[in-house]
């Protein structure tokens, strides 16, 4: 039985207490609703970063540094795991700062790409090539939508898709886009 978690390290916390050092802040600062944490994650193909010791510690040298940078005011755990085919290691932070107190706020589509362009640019500084930007697959239609498109109609959404795939065609710039 292989253990998952091979390597682990705190950042501005000890990981040996985590839960409770977690506990302490949110209770300190009378916040214990809600959400209680984040949860992120940092993976890596095999053949980019094989699952060896050194690189095992360099996934968590890479965890650390990016939970270092998107939560430098909160505690957080990193654990590397080798339960899969591929290194990788997950990202535990608290949703209260040790300091001030204030939630962790995340606003999805705006975080998220600052948090892959982070991850993206340590990823770099370890010799690591950053996968492909993720282009999307189309969204799912609606039954009214395909309504629409079985009596030969035109949806809204399908013009103003077919209008921003123009712009971004003919675009010179991005203020030429906007």
């Not at 690189?55 to 990193?78: F, H, P, R, T, W």
């Not at 609606?142 to 629409?148: D, P």
Request: one cysteine or more; a positive charge; aromatic letters at 6%.
């Amino acid at each position: 039985k292989v253990n998952k978690c091979a390597l682990k390290a705190g950042v501005n916390c000890d990981i040996t207490d985590i839960h409770s050092d977690f506990e302490e802040t949110r209770t300190y600062f009378n916040k214990s609703g809600g959400r209680q944490g984040m949860h992120f994650a940092l993976s890596f193909d095999p053949k980019e970063l094989p699952n060896t010791l050194r690189n095992q510690q360099k996934c968590l040298e890479m965890g650390i540094e990016l939970a270092g940078k998107i939560a430098k005011d909160y505690e957080s755990g990193v654990f590397v795991h080798v339960d899969q085919d591929h290194l990788h290691c997950h990202i535990v932070t608290n949703s209260v700062a040790f300091q001030t107190g204030k939630k962790y706020h995340m606003e999805k589509n705006k975080d998220l790409v600052i948090l892959r362009n982070l991850s993206d640019q340590i990823c770099k500084e370890h010799g690591i090539e950053p996968l492909e930007t993720y282009k999307g697959s189309n969204r799912a239609e609606k039954s009214v939508e395909k309504r629409i498109k079985e009596r030969g109609g035109v949806t809204w959404k399908s013009e103003i898709v077919e209008a921003v795939n123009a712009a971004k065609k003919i675009a010179l710039s991005q203020d030429h886009y906007k």
